[in-house]
């Protein structure tokens, strides 16, 4: 591989070459292809490694092509014709595509766990057999030496990257599957799951999971003493979220698919969870809400048929513990709205003391809807009848000119807000940005939750320039019309080729 500047990390090296390679494929159809080979690499090289530690006790009795070898050390069995070594000394010839969708096969004949799961799509036509052994070459230096060890948690990283790539790179298509990173983050940071069920019933690629994962092995806490369930109803998105998990070392056993989704098939109807962190699609109107109308879930009011964003809260806290805390993105309009029952529904939660904070987000934070976005807090057995109200519109910073996403430190002092709040320690109410509001106050505002209604405006600094802003407007203006002119350059020279083909 070509040698980069020293600051840029292996993920983004690996994106660049890879994107190189992808020529005439949609991102869609691309990203089973290179998030199938790295975790192909990711089972082979945990494999390997204990195949030559099986190999040199081989005169003690130790056999390294025993499965049950592997099985007692969560480590997936791959047979000899799926093995990277195979794979690699195979990658120039023109039936490569045809060998790895072998291999894909025969990996989840020897794993229970990974039927069904692993993409079979390396034969096809649009896939030309010289970048899918340029891909196979590339992929393969992800490890570096001997350091096995450090190379599957270089794999987690890429992997992880990766799905955010093609999620930006698919835009609309992309938010389905996942949720961007730094919302995650600020999700789990202010739920701490250290210890319990975690439970998200419509997954995606699994990021919440990894994330809770993650926090815990950060703050030194024991990983075995969380245990995650999770439902989703996309198939192609549950083998993403099978693979996420799989390649982080995480029990997926309790992550289930069914095409009927977590309203009309519930696939953990017993479990109550500790927590609950979630990034249901936003104002879904075909839920078959009408299908449900008498539901057991529906303790609070039955939502409307059109929209399922009240489903989707009720769903929460049916599946809730009674000391639980559950923690979800859903569209800002579900703070307000007053139609179809949603009012009485929102009026029913506040009055029950389930609703602990409310954040706003900034636009642009999402990859498939420009709609304004709420994070809700609810957890049950409280102890105050106060509700925190946080204002974030304001912070983040962009990425690209249509996304936006929280730094480390945004999230950092957003949760920290929080928690003070909550353990009553150096809480203070911050104008235009946080507000803890008594329910009477609430009740003033009828039940509206919207956070800039309680934490006012912000104090305005008396030394702003407006003519340095202007013309830094200016200046983003024309910079935009210039990106506008060269995509409008570029449609015009691909359909002039697609004229010329014809």
Same mark, same amino acid.
């Given at each position: 591989?070509?040698?980069?500047?020293?600051?840029?990390?292996?993920?983004?090296?690996?994106?660049?070459?890879?994107?190189?390679?992808?020529?005439?494929?949609?991102?869609?159809?691309?990203?089973? !292809?290179?998030?199938?080979?790295?975790? @192909?690499?990711?089972?082979?090289?945990?494999?390997?490694?204990?195949?030559?530690?099986?190999?040199?006790?081989?005169?003690?009795?130790?056999?390294?092509?025993?499965?049950?070898? +592997?099985?007692?050390?969560? !480590?997936?069995?791959?047979?000899?014709?799926?093995?990277? @070594?195979?794979?690699?000394?195979?990658?120039?010839?023109?039936?490569? #595509?045809?060998?790895?969708?072998?291999? %894909?096969?025969?990996?989840?004949?020897?794993?229970?766990?990974?039927?069904?799961?692993?993409?079979? !799509?390396?034969?096809?036509?649009?896939?030309?057999?010289?970048?899918?052994?340029?891909?196979?070459?590339?992929?393969?230096?992800?490890?570096?030496?001997?350091?096995?060890?450090?190379?599957?948690?270089?794999?987690?990283?890429?992997?992880? +990257?990766? &799905?955010?790539?093609?999620?930006?790179?698919?835009?609309?298509?992309?938010?389905?599957?996942?949720?961007?990173?730094?919302?995650?983050?600020?999700?789990?940071?202010?739920?701490?799951?250290?210890? #319990?069920?975690?439970?998200?019933?419509?997954?995606?690629?699994?990021? %919440?999971?990894?994330?809770?994962?993650?926090?815990?092995?950060?703050?030194?806490?024991?990983?075995?003493?969380?245990?995650?369930?999770?439902?989703?109803?996309?198939?192609?998105?549950?083998?993403?979220?099978?693979?996420?998990?799989?390649?982080?070392?995480?029990? /997926?056993?309790?992550?289930?698919?069914? $095409?009927?989704?977590?309203?009309?098939?519930?696939?953990? *109807?017993?479990?109550?969870?500790?927590?609950?962190?979630?990034?249901?699609?936003?104002?879904?109107?075909?839920?078959?809400?009408?299908?449900?109308?008498?539901?057991?879930?529906?303790?609070?009011?039955?939502?409307?048929?059109?929209?399922?964003?009240?489903?989707? =809260?009720?769903?929460?806290?049916?599946?809730?513990?009674?000391?639980?805390?559950?923690?979800?993105? @859903?569209?800002?309009?579900?703070?307000?709205?007053?139609?179809? $029952?949603?009012?009485?529904?929102? *009026?029913?939660?506040?009055?029950?003391? &389930?609703?602990?904070?409310?954040?706003?987000?900034?636009?642009?934070?999402?990859?498939?809807?420009?709609?304004?976005?709420?994070?809700?807090? %609810?957890?049950?057995?409280?102890?105050?009848?106060?509700?925190?109200?946080?204002?974030?519109?304001? %912070?983040?910073?962009?990425?690209?000119?249509?996304?936006?996403?929280? /730094?480390?430190?945004?999230?950092?002092? =957003?949760?920290?807000?929080?928690?003070?709040?909550?353990?009553?320690?150096?809480?203070?109410?911050?104008?235009?940005?946080?507000?803890?509001?008594?329910?009477?106050?609430?009740?003033?505002?009828? +039940?509206?939750?919207?956070?800039?209604?309680?934490?006012?405006?912000?104090?305005?600094?008396?030394?702003?320039?407006? *003519?340095?802003?202007?013309?830094?407007?200016?200046?983003?203006?024309?910079?935009?019309?210039?990106?506008?002119?060269?995509?409008?350059?570029? =449609?015009?020279?691909?359909?002039?080729?697609?004229?010329?083909?014809?």
């Amino acid at each position: 591989m070509a040698k980069v500047k020293q600051e840029e990390s292996i993920e983004k090296q690996l994106w660049k070459a890879a994107d190189k390679l992808r020529k005439n494929i949609d991102a869609t159809e691309y990203k089973h !292809v290179v998030m199938g080979l790295v975790f @192909l690499k990711y089972i082979s090289d945990s494999f390997e490694e204990l195949y030559n530690s099986l190999k040199a006790e081989e005169d003690m009795g130790a056999d390294p092509e025993d499965r049950d070898e +592997y099985k007692a050390e969560n !480590v997936f069995f791959v047979p000899p014709t799926a093995r990277w @070594l195979f794979l690699l000394s195979n990658a120039k010839l023109p039936n490569i #595509g045809k060998i790895v969708d072998e291999a %894909m096969d025969a990996i989840e004949k020897e794993n229970n766990s990974l039927k069904g799961v692993l993409p079979k !799509v390396f034969a096809r036509d649009n896939l030309d057999s010289k970048s899918l052994g340029g891909l196979i070459d590339l992929i393969g230096n992800i490890a570096f030496g001997d350091a096995k060890a450090r190379s599957a948690d270089v794999l987690g990283h890429v992997f992880e +990257y990766f &799905l955010g790539e093609f999620a930006l790179a698919e835009g609309k298509q992309g938010g389905q599957f996942y949720t961007p990173k730094s919302v995650v983050e600020l999700l789990v940071k202010m739920l701490e799951p250290y210890k #319990g069920r975690v439970f998200d019933p419509c997954c995606g690629s699994g990021g %919440m999971f990894v994330q809770s994962e993650k926090f815990v092995t950060e703050h030194q806490g024991k990983i075995n003493d969380i245990s995650i369930y999770g439902q989703e109803s996309n198939q192609t998105t549950w083998r993403l979220a099978k693979m996420n998990l799989a390649i982080r070392g995480i029990d /997926s056993s309790q992550v289930k698919w069914n $095409n009927e989704g977590s309203f009309l098939n519930d696939a953990h *109807k017993d479990l109550k969870a500790d927590f609950i962190i979630a990034n249901p699609p936003f104002n879904v109107s075909d839920w078959s809400g009408d299908l449900l109308r008498n539901d057991g879930r529906w303790k609070y009011g039955t939502p409307p048929e059109g929209n399922a964003n009240y489903g989707w =809260i009720q769903h929460f806290l049916y599946h809730l513990a009674p000391t639980g805390i559950a923690g979800f993105v @859903l569209a800002k309009g579900s703070l307000t709205s007053n139609t179809s $029952n949603e009012g009485s529904i929102r *009026k029913a939660l506040i009055e029950a003391n &389930l609703i602990d904070c409310i954040v706003n987000l900034p636009a642009k934070l999402f990859l498939n809807t420009q709609i304004p976005a709420s994070i809700w807090f %609810m957890k049950r057995g409280r102890k105050t009848k106060n509700i925190l109200f946080i204002d974030s519109r304001n %912070m983040g910073e962009l990425i690209n000119r249509r996304t936006k996403e929280f /730094s480390s430190d945004d999230t950092d002092y =957003i949760s920290s807000v929080y928690h003070n709040w909550k353990n009553n320690k150096e809480y203070e109410d911050i104008k235009g940005f946080c507000k803890s509001a008594s329910l009477d106050e609430v009740r003033e505002l009828n +039940y509206v939750l919207t956070p800039g209604r309680y934490v006012g405006l912000e104090v305005i600094d008396d030394e702003f320039d407006f *003519k340095e802003r202007f013309t830094s407007l200016q200046q983003e203006l024309k910079e935009q019309m210039k990106e506008e002119q060269q995509l409008n350059q570029r =449609i015009d020279e691909n359909l002039a080729k697609v004229i010329i083909d014809e």
